[in-house]
């Protein structure tokens, strides 16, 4: 009876050590819990499971493992070159499924492709440099998509984005964070909440400075910085240059933790702005850009060749943007944005607007919808109104300005204008993110000439285009 006692407790031990080893293993596993919380260990613990010492054991080989990790990484950081860890690799690839339709039109549909990678040397806090190549016509500054098409041939990659950029810090007993610098040739970095001024594909060139004059985290007023534009649009070896000097006040708020608003002032003045209508439009300039999208009202000689725009261009743009991170009680955020321009320059037609809503995830900047986490949903609409010389049309919104691509049917003779003024429409769009990166994206346009009268293609009726675009995006 004592031997099988004594065998029996024999099993237990055994049995208790190796559930003891597979605890090693689980906790081995296991992150640090919370301060307060109880993590696995404890809880077998308390349950009798294990003992103390295999605890203490468990852990004390969790914390040896840790450090061989990380030795083994430092070991590996230490071979690498000491430049790589400057460099921050970016990019994303977008696959476009677009259809258009429009009453006495054949409808057409296109795939089209958009890939953007980029790299972000980063010297020191104060002082980094950023290239990126992307997809599309070189000639067109409101896109880098690519149209798949001519038979499988290979599509053009173009410099997209080479700039500098400076943080003055400690070097200059400046205070980190006050003023940016950015020079060359870069994205928009100016704030807005719609593309009625700036299509997002604009790569400016020249240069952009900002002052962060407040930055809060708690009370009403959060942030007001001021964005000062230097932007050279063309470099001509005989006259001025036609260039864009322009400047923009950006302030934030809060109320409460209820809601989120900005609103900004922008001033864009064109100078010089006749050359590129000389130069860029014009079909028999050799240096005529057909990739331009033109709706803006023009003066020809009487040859009929184009000598500059009727109006210039001062735009004085307005916009803003409120939050409510939860305005129902659902846990489903929704915000409000609008954008208006005004071209001080012109005596008529010279009024624009973006007005638009949005539900879901996004929090934020629905327009654009930049959603993170799988399972991330936004809905949103916006109405579109701008008059034909509001804004320059070669830079304004890309997606509403193909009206002139589709085929007449048989019998029917129908063109239609192509730039983004001069037009109505309305926009709905749907976004989310089924696996992590990866967003889907399902967008409708309803559009139509606001004055036919005024378009720059003959209009005898003003039929609606219906614009469809179906987006596959990864970033990485």
Not at 186 to 214: K, M, Q, Y
Request: proline fraction near 5%.
């Amino acid at each position: 009876m004592e031997a099988r006692s004594g065998r029996h407790r024999s099993r237990r031990r055994t049995g208790r050590a190796s559930l003891g080893a597979t605890v090693v293993l689980a906790l081995a596993a296991l992150t640090a819990c919370p301060s307060g919380a109880k993590d696995l260990g404890d809880i077998l613990l308390d349950k009798g499971v294990i003992t103390p010492d295999e605890l203490r054991q468990a852990r004390e080989d969790e914390k040896q493992q840790q450090a061989a990790g990380e030795s083994r990484l430092d070991a590996l950081r230490a071979q690498l070159p000491k430049w790589l860890e400057m460099l921050t690799p970016f990019g994303d690839i977008r696959l476009r499924d677009e259809g258009f339709y429009q009453e006495d039109k054949s409808a057409r549909n296109r795939f089209r492709v958009r890939a953007r990678i980029g790299l972000t040397a980063t010297v020191s806090d104060e002082i980094s440099g950023t290239v990126r190549l992307a997809t599309g016509n070189s000639n067109d500054p409101i896109s880098t998509n690519q149209t798949l098409d001519s038979t499988f041939t290979d599509k053009p990659i173009s410099l997209n984005w080479a700039y500098l950029t400076l943080k003055p810090g400690k070097t200059f007993n400046i205070e980190p964070g006050w003023v940016t610098v950015t020079a060359g040739k870069f994205g928009l970095n100016n704030w807005r909440p719609s593309e009625l001024v700036w299509d997002d594909d604009v790569s400016p060139e020249g240069a952009t400075e900002t002052l962060n004059l407040i930055e809060r985290r708690e009370g009403f007023l959060r942030g007001v910085r001021v964005n000062a534009f230097q932007w050279i649009v063309n470099e001509v070896s005989s006259g001025a240059d036609p260039w864009i000097p322009g400047g923009q006040v950006v302030g934030e708020a809060a109320f409460d933790g209820t809601a989120s608003w900005t609103l900004a002032f922008a001033d864009y003045y064109y100078s010089h702005i006749n050359e590129v209508a000389r130069n860029f439009l014009e079909p028999s300039s050799p240096n005529f850009n057909s990739q331009l999208a033109n709706s803006n009202d023009v003066v020809k000689n009487t040859s009929g060749k184009i000598t500059g725009y009727r109006y210039g261009f001062n735009v004085l743009n307005a916009n803003t943007e409120l939050d409510f991170p939860d305005p129902v009680g659902l846990g489903i955020p929704a915000g409000a944005f609008g954008d208006v321009a005004y071209n001080s320059q012109a005596s008529t037609r010279n009024a624009g607007c973006y007005l638009g809503a949005g539900i879901g995830n996004a929090g934020k900047d629905w327009y654009r919808n930049t959603l993170k986490n799988r399972g991330d949903w936004g809905l949103s609409y916006t109405y579109a109104w701008i008059e034909k010389d509001a804004v320059p049309s070669i830079f304004s919104f890309s997606d509403i300005n193909e009206y002139s691509t589709l085929p007449a049917k048989a019998g029917a003779s129908r063109p239609t204008q192509k730039g983004g003024t001069n037009l109505i429409a309305h926009i709905v769009r749907v976004d989310y993110v089924v696996l992590p990166s990866l967003q889907l994206t399902a967008k409708a346009y309803i559009e139509n000439v606001l004055d036919r009268s005024i378009s720059n293609a003959p209009l005898t009726q003003n039929p609606t285009l219906l614009r469809t675009q179906l987006d596959a995006m990864l970033k990485f």
